[in-house]
Each structure stands twice: as structure tokens, then as C-alpha cells.
């Protein structure tokens, strides 16, 4: 395939221009000391002032239990743009955003510090002349989502402009939820407060380049879409495997596991994105209205401690990358009596028109052979005639591959003859690679996702009848692996392709994982 291209254009072209027209805004970080602030949030909006695409008027407010001074939490702030911007410091730019960013501390159900933040805001916005936008992060522990909803509810910030371009706006980080209950309280207590196009659930896979491109792949180009059912593809593989493993958090990660890490979440929307019907429009509900019909479609799984659809697996010691690593057990702040999975894979039936009887397989791992985050849609092979021999095939199955990072692009894997004077044939590719194309200094998750945010677009963010559709097919597994104990947690090493048992999930239907040595 080729790379040159006519006129590159951005999928969301109509809505990137809208980008230009961000009203003034406050942003508000409740989590402000934490690392997703330094690591991601800050070097996010440095980044958007360095494209020019920060409102005029644009003040951030870090919101921490930490008394720290506004001067200090400028100097963190210095040090996290020199280490975390995707591209390097631009003084002027950064001077820009760092005049207006300042830091209120307080507890998160502290209603007081709620008023004097409320009262801050009035304050700039009589110092402006004009209203502003209020865009409230809440990048916290989960623990505490519900008194800082409560609290916004409280101080009326919440309502703030409600029925204007200007109405308040929050943004919620994962995890959403631990399970279907807990998502639908938490749900409830979001909406006593907000208005649900208020609300901005995260979930970073989405503000990914290929995460969007997926959409234009699909219907942005006629070739593949006619093929995209049961008709032709014979089954879906969905693949995001980390080399990495759990770190200095295995306190957080051993009560999570990868089903809520990274399965409920990541995951399941890629299964959306690729599986949902052509939307009407790119308009955000009529996005969303497809996900949720497609994730609803998926049928519940079959679990057994022994077969059914699911598999789980925990990481042993190994070597990754040609060095050695630890087990999961060993690996600090994880229990004795730990049973968390760091590895899932899931064989999911999605029962509608155009999905009946095509396996989508899905699996996500830490500490797997290499970090590999891919879609490859398998299609169906020609008729046996031409080139096979009774029932063995001389052709391979074709394969669309969508690789979501890292060397982002797509490869089609298609059959050609070896030149030669026999009738010979072998399975070649076809690459288009992003950072050839495209160049490589692509913008991060974040950017995208502050971005739309600011801007009111929704169509990055997940709404709440989604959450709930996801969880309502995870939970089960979750209950059924709690009953279950240590029974049917599978051992797999570190830098491998995850537990023999995951085979099983695709043989039971002639199937085999497309990287698995
Ligand atoms: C996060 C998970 O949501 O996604 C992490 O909590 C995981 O455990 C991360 O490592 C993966 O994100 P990315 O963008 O590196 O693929």
C-alpha cells in the first residue's frame, strides 16, 4: 500500500475546527498532587497552548488534601513539563499557562474548601468581565468520586451556567465502577448532580490516533465495509498486551485484576468500535448509540472453572525483553492469598444480523512477550478449488490488521504467487504505517480528550448506559473467578504469550491466536 496520499485530512475535521472556538475556561484538577496530573493532564495542556489551541482565557486550578503554595506547585508543574511533554519546553507558551495556574487545597468533602473554590471562580470571572466555562478533572481515587460530585453539587458550581455553551462540564477518570452495582450508583449519584451531557467519562484508549482511525478505516473507505459480517470474516482477534508489569502498583492493581483494567474499559471498546453498525452521523449520540446497541448484543459467556469463554492467567517469573523479571507474587504490595488475574482473555458471541456465529476474541496481559495492541479481522478463505488440495488449503486466511500501538498502522495480509514457472503461493503484506505517513509526533490521548472536553464534544467519552453495558457482561466472570478462588487461575511465564489454556478458547472453533510464539 501505498503512502502517498492526495491531502491528509483529520476524521474529525469538522469537529477540530470547531477546536478554535474553546470559550473561557477554568479547568480544575481535584487530584492535583497526584501523577496523572504531572505525568499526563499538565504536559496535555501544554501542548494544546503550544498548538494554539487553549481558549484566550484559560485558568487552571490544582485542587489537593496537600497544603502546597501556588509558587511550589508551579515549580512541580515546571519539572513535569521538562519531563513528560511530548515536545520541548516553549517558554513563552508555558509562561502563558503558568501565570493563571494556581493551587487550592482542601479535603474532598471538605464544603467549606468547596465555597472558597467556588468563590476563586467568581473572582476570575469578575477579573475577566465575562463567564467562563467550568471543567472540573476529577483524577482521583475512585473512594472519593461521590463526596466531590456531592460537593460540586453543593457549592452550585455544578449549575453554573447550565443551558449556555458555558455550563459546566466534569471528567471522570477510571476506574468507573468495580462492578455493574457500583457503576449504577455511581451513575446515580453523577446524575442527582449533573446533567448527563455534562458528563465526560475517560477512557484514554479513545483519544488514541488509530482508536479514531478505526472508525474512518471502516467507513471512510468502501473496499472494506461490504466485507465486514458474517458473510466473510471468520473470526475477530483483539489483542493488547503489555511487556510491562504491574510495578510500583500492585497495591491498586491486585484489587483490580486485568478484567477491570483494562478488559471492561479499553478493551470492550474496541470491540464496540470495530463491531457497531455505521452510525448517521458523526454526531457523538449517534456514536454511542451504536456501541451500546453492539455491546448489548454480545451474548453472556460461559463460565466454568474448567472451558466456557473464559480464561484468566497470572504471570510467573520470566524474561522480557532479554532480561529476567519476577513473578507477580513477588512484586511489591501483593498479597500472599493474592487470586488476581494479570492476564484475561474472553471469547465473545455477538448475537445480531450482522455478527451471528463470528468468535471475537479478545485478550489483554501484563508482562506478555512484547507490548502489542491489535485488531486483526480474519476472513474467510476463497472456495478450495483452485488452490488446495483435499481439504488442505494452499492459501493463507486473509487478515486486516489494525495495530493500535506501538508501529501504529495497518498491514493486509493477502496471497500472491512466488515467481517461479510452478503455481506456487505465499502470504505477503501490505503496511501503511502512521509514522511514515504522518510523521511520528502525534498528539497524546490526553490532548485530544482535555480538547473535546473543553470544546463540548462527546464523541471520545463514554457515556453512562455504555459503562453499564460493559460491566453488566464483565461482572458475571468477576463473581464466578471470586467464587472460584485460586481454581482456574492459570500460570503463564513472564514474556510469553499468556496461559496454554487461552489456545483452547480458539481451537474449540478451528481457530489459533495470530501471534503466540
Ligand atoms: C491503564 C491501566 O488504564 O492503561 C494500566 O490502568 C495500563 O494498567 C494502561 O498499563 C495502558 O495504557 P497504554 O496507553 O500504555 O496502552
Not at 474532598?108 to 471562580?121: G, H, P, Q, T, V
Not at 482508536?211 to 466485507?227: H, M, T
Not at 474467510?380 to 490488521?401: C, H, W, Y
Request: glycine content about 10%; proline content about 6%; hydrophobic content about 40%.
Amino acid at each position: 500500500m501505498t503512502n502517498e496520499i492526495d491531502e491528509p485530512r483529520h476524521p474529525f475535521l469538522n469537529g477540530l475546527s470547531k477546536h478554535r472556538g474553546a470559550p473561557p475556561t477554568v479547568v480544575v484538577i481535584f487530584g492535583a498532587s497526584g501523577d496523572l496530573t504531572a505525568r499526563k493532564l499538565v504536559p496535555a495542556i501544554f501542548n494544546l497552548g503550544l498548538d494554539n489551541l487553549l481558549p484566550g482565557e484559560f485558568h487552571l486550578i490544582g485542587y489537593g488534601r496537600k497544603p502546597i503554595a501556588d509558587a511550589v506547585f508551579r515549580e512541580i508543574m515546571d519539572e513535569a513539563i521538562g519531563e513528560h511533554s511530548r515536545r520541548p519546553l516553549n517558554k513563552e507558551v508555558w509562561d502563558r499557562v503558568r501565570q493563571n495556574m494556581t493551587y487550592h487545597s482542601g479535603g474532598y468533602d471538605d464544603a467549606e474548601a468547596f465555597a472558597s473554590l467556588a468563590e476563586k471562580i467568581d473572582q476570575i470571572e469578575a477579573g475577566l468581565g465575562r463567564d467562563v466555562q467550568r471543567l472540573f478533572y476529577v483524577s482521583t481515587p475512585p473512594s472519593v468520586f461521590e463526596p466531590i460530585i456531592n460537593n460540586l453539587g453543593r457549592s452550585g458550581m455544578a449549575k453554573a451556567h447550565v443551558g449556555t455553551k458555558l455550563a459546566s462540564k466534569v471528567i471522570i477518570e477510571k476506574p468507573f465502577g468495580r462492578d455493574l452495582g457500583s457503576a449504577r450508583a455511581l451513575n446515580a449519584a453523577i446524575n442527582e448532580v449533573f446533567e448527563e451531557p455534562q458528563v465526560y467519562r475517560i477512557d484514554h484508549y479513545l483519544g488514541k490516533e488509530t482508536v479514531q482511525d478505526l472508525l474512518v478505516q471502516r467507513f471512510g473507505n468502501s473496499i472494506f465495509e461490504p466485507l465486514w459480517n458474517r458473510e466473510h470474516v471468520d473470526c475477530v482477534q483483539i489483542t493488547v498486551a503489555e511487556s510491562l508489569g504491574v510495578g510500583t502498583r500492585g497495591g491498586y492493581y491486585d484489587t483490580s485484576g486485568a478484567l477491570r483494567d483494562m478488559i471492561q474499559n479499553h478493551t470492550m471498546q474496541l470491540v464496540a468500535l470495530t463491531a457497531m453498525e455505521p452510525p448517521v452521523s458523526l454526531d457523538p449520540e449517534a456514536i454511542r448509540d451504536e456501541k451500546v446497541k453492539v455491546l448489548k448484543a454480545i451474548q453472556p459467556l460461559e463460565l466454568k472453572t474448567d472451558g466456557g469463554d473464559v480464561v484468566r492467567g497470572r504471570y510467573t517469573g520470566g524474561v522480557v525483553d532479554g532480561a529476567p523479571v519476577e513473578s507477580y507474587m513477588e512484586a511489591e504490595g501483593i498479597p500472599a492469598d493474592s487470586t488476581t488475574e494479570t492476564y484475561a482473555a474472553l471469547r465473545l458471541s455477538i448475537n445480531n444480523w450482522r455478527w451471528q456465529g463470528v468468535p471475537f476474541y479478545i485478550r489483554s496481559g501484563k508482562r506478555m512477550a512484547r507490548r502489542a495492541s491489535e485488531i486483526a479481522i480474519q476472513f474467510k478463505r476463497p472456495p478450495g478449488i483452485l488452490f488446495s488440495e483435499g481439504d488442505k488449503f494452499d492459501v493463507a486466511q486473509n487478515t486486516m490488521v489494525i495495530r493500535i500501538q506501538p508501529d501504529e498502522g495497518v498491514t493486509l495480509v493477502m496471497n500472491s504467487k512466488i515467481p517461479g514457472l510452478e503455481t506456487r503461493t505465499q502470504p505477503v503484506k501490505m503496511h501503511f504505517r502512521y509514522a511514515t505517513t504522518f510523521g511520528s509526533n502525534t498528539p497524546e490521548a490526553y490532548e485530544r480528550l482535555i480538547l473535546d472536553a473543553m470544546i463540548g464534544d462527546s464523541t471520545l467519552f463514554i457515556r453512562g448506559d455504555e459503562t453499564e453495558a460493559s460491566w453488566k457482561l464483565i461482572t458475571p466472570i468477576l463473581e464466578h473467578w471470586q467464587a472460584c478462588g485460586q481454581n482456574g487461575l492459570a500460570e503463564y511465564a513472564a514474556g510469553s504469550w499468556g496461559p496454554s489454556a487461552s489456545v483452547r478458547l480458539l481451537s474449540e472453533k478451528g481457530h489459533q491466536w495470530r501471534r503466540s510464539g
